[in-house]
């Protein structure tokens, strides 16, 4: 492959780097390096896919050879799954971490295969849509968390506050 026929893999790289920048900022476990990684890996694969279909048919012209691109795509599915889950983790206290992770490192794996079948632009529009849900909606879920963890505490305090007297007891149910 040449150095342009690679650029594709150089341009998932880059965005997947955006992404991974967000991640790493945020404090999650799959950062710069993971999600570089994965958008160039998926890149390459799709790369290599129709490199090794192009070089059967030129060096077995005679022989009927179909390219099947999709099963390539639904392999890099599969690993991306596996890598995916391997983010997440429950917690009994804390409940579900690394959801959003794992959907960035499947999205990623998206862009990848994007910029390798030629639809950059694709690939950039959804990156920039992928850092504008990662950004402003993540900073809108930790505003209603904390609207909720405020309005909780605040029942919490209210109910502390009532007189033992205006609560019902077991006793008190049977007069």
């Known amino acids: 492959m040449t150095w342009i026929e690679m650029a594709p893999i150089a341009v998932a790289a880059g965005l997947g780097f955006l992404l991974g920048l967000e991640r790493e900022i945020a404090g999650k476990p ?35 050879l179909r390219s099947d691109p999709i099963r390539v795509l639904q392999a890099i599915v599969v690993g991306i799954s596996f890598l995916g889950a391997g983010t997440i983790v429950h917690d009994q206290h804390e409940g579900v971490e690394g959801l959003t992770t794992a959907a960035t490192i499947y999205l990623t794996a998206g862009i990848g295969v994007a910029a390798a079948i030629g639809q950059t632009r694709l690939a950039i ?45 077991k006793d008190d149910s049977h007069e």
């Open 30 to 64: 799959a950062g710069i390096r993971t999600h570089m990684i994965v958008a160039a890996g998926s890149a390459m694969l799709m790369l290599l896919s129709q490199r090794i279909f192009d070089d059967f048919q030129s060096q077995q012209p005679d022989q009927l």
């Open 125 to 169: 529009v959804v990156t920039l849509g992928g850092l504008v849900v990662l950004g402003i909606v993540g900073a809108l879920e930790r505003c209603i968390a904390r609207w909720h963890r405020r309005n909780s505490q605040r029942i919490c305090e209210s109910d502390q506050n009532v007189a033992p007297e205006n609560h019902p007891s």
